[in-house]
């Protein structure tokens, strides 16, 4: 099975700030990677499919980069609707797998 | 707009069964393969099964192979997932997701439901 592994784990930033999410898989998913925002009580949104694409709807804050074994999600200036726990997801391989999430909360 | 939208979530005692079900509307719920995910309570995501678009391929998480069986009714624009022998740690918020399935957009799940909870418990 491939291994994600999001750091950090949680953060505390202001609104304004740049916020850094890395995600790394134990082996290459190509680009099959994959960004979820969650909120409290709330099904999971999809913010950025196959490692780099920002899906409709989504701000334009948000971006995504990476591919085979590190990616990131960068949130460019920090909206107070931007808290909540973002997801890494690769979809590549069976079984798929997502991230134990990061967790960012406002300071 | 697109929605699904689940239901069949309940309390059963462990080695009970459930069913779930999962409502598709506002796009063509026959062309896309389509996904169970799971959370347990305060914690993260878990993959569950997916169905292509025509039952011809499925493919489940190890900790469900054998109990757990994914199934669906493009006539009915419906999903469905078939829980056997539940256990406590089955316990978790159950989601159903449409799989844009391509390339460019990675598979990823962008329509999801509401989600259904099930709990094991005697």
């Known amino acids: 099975d491939i291994q994600m592994t999001q750091s950090p784990s949680s953060l505390s930033a202001s609104v304004g700030d740049r916020v850094t999410i890395t995600c790394r898989a134990s082996?290459?998913?190509?680009?099959?990677l994959n960004w979820y925002q969650q909120k409290p009580g709330k099904a999971p949104k999809l913010v950025i499919c196959?490692?780099?694409t920002l899906q409709s709807g989504v701000p334009s804050r948000f971006s995504g980069s990476g591919s085979g074994t590190d990616f990131t999600l960068t949130i460019s200036s920090l909206q107070p609707e931007d808290f909540g726990t973002y997801y890494c997801?690769?979809?590549?391989?069976?079984?798929?797998?997502f991230g134990q999430g990061t967790k960012v909360e406002f300071k | 707009e697109m929605q699904l939208v689940e239901s069949g979530g309940g309390l059963v005692q462990p080695g009970g069964s459930l069913r779930l079900s999962c409502a598709g509307s506002?796009?063509?719920?026959?062309?896309?393969?389509m996904t169970w995910v799971r959370q347990a309570p305060g914690k993260g995501l878990e993959w569950m099964a997916n169905?292509?678009?025509?039952?011809?391929?499925?493919y489940y998480v190890d900790s469900v192979k054998g109990r757990f069986s994914i199934a669906r009714d493009n006539a009915k624009n419906s999903l469905f997932l078939q829980m056997n022998s539940l256990r406590a740690e089955d316990t978790a918020v159950y989601y159903c997701?449409?799989?844009?399935?391509?390339?460019?957009?990675?598979?990823?799940?962008?329509?999801w439901g509401q989600g259904t909870m099930v709990t094991v418990s005697s």
């Open positions: 997701a449409r799989i844009n399935s391509g390339v460019t957009t990675g598979d990823a799940f962008d329509v």
């Open positions: 082996q290459s998913v190509r680009r099959y």
């Open positions: 196959a490692a780099s």
């Open positions: 997801h690769q979809s590549n391989s069976i079984p798929q797998t």
């Open positions: 506002g796009f063509t719920f026959s062309r896309n393969w």
């Open positions: 169905i292509k678009e025509d039952e011809s391929e499925k």
